[in-house]
């Protein structure tokens, strides 16, 4: 059974759509997330960020103080381990400018860990 240590997700910019998928296990994987960092690129505004597991089948959970608001350039880092069944489980993620509603595409992201075969 071959376990691949890599970075198992990198983006920007998932906006406000509720429950916006950023990661979820290769077909035929269980994931082990090692860290997850997120960054604030805009130069003014403070934004607030949630993030969630979901099982299939069940109710999302926050896997983080909820909302995260990070500052202009700031950075927030979650090092606990978190475990991901194959494609039966996903990270999801909501991002807004602080105190409003309005979508930010000011977060930029990094998912580390390591997958094997299920």
């Given at each position: 059974?071959?376990?691949?240590?890599?970075?198992?997700?990198?983006?920007?910019?998932?906006?406000?759509?509720?429950?916006?998928?950023?990661?979820?296990?290769?077909?035929?994987k269980a994931a082990l997330v090692r860290n997850m960092r997120f960054?604030?690129?805009?130069d003014a505004v403070t934004v607030s960020l949630t993030l969630t597991?979901?099982?299939?089948?069940?109710?999302?959970?926050?896997?983080?103080?909820?909302?995260?608001?990070?500052?202009?350039?700031?950075?927030?880092?979650?090092?606990?381990?978190?475990?991901?069944?194959?494609?039966?489980?996903?990270?999801?993620?909501?991002?807004?400018?602080?105190g409003t509603s309005t979508a930010t595409t000011s977060i930029d992201?990094?998912?580390?860990?390591?997958?094997?075969?299920?």
């Amino acid at each position: 059974m071959a376990v691949i240590i890599k970075s198992l997700a990198d983006n920007g910019a998932f906006g406000s759509v509720p429950g916006a998928q950023i990661y979820q296990p290769s077909s035929g994987k269980a994931a082990l997330v090692r860290n997850m960092r997120f960054v604030n690129t805009d130069d003014a505004v403070t934004v607030s960020l949630t993030l969630t597991f979901l099982r299939t089948g069940t109710s999302e959970r926050k896997i983080s103080p909820s909302p995260v608001s990070i500052p202009p350039h700031g950075l927030f880092v979650i090092e606990q381990e978190l475990s991901l069944e194959a494609t039966t489980d996903s990270i999801r993620a909501i991002g807004v400018q602080a105190g409003t509603s309005t979508a930010t595409t000011s977060i930029d992201y990094v998912i580390s860990g390591v997958e094997r075969d299920s």
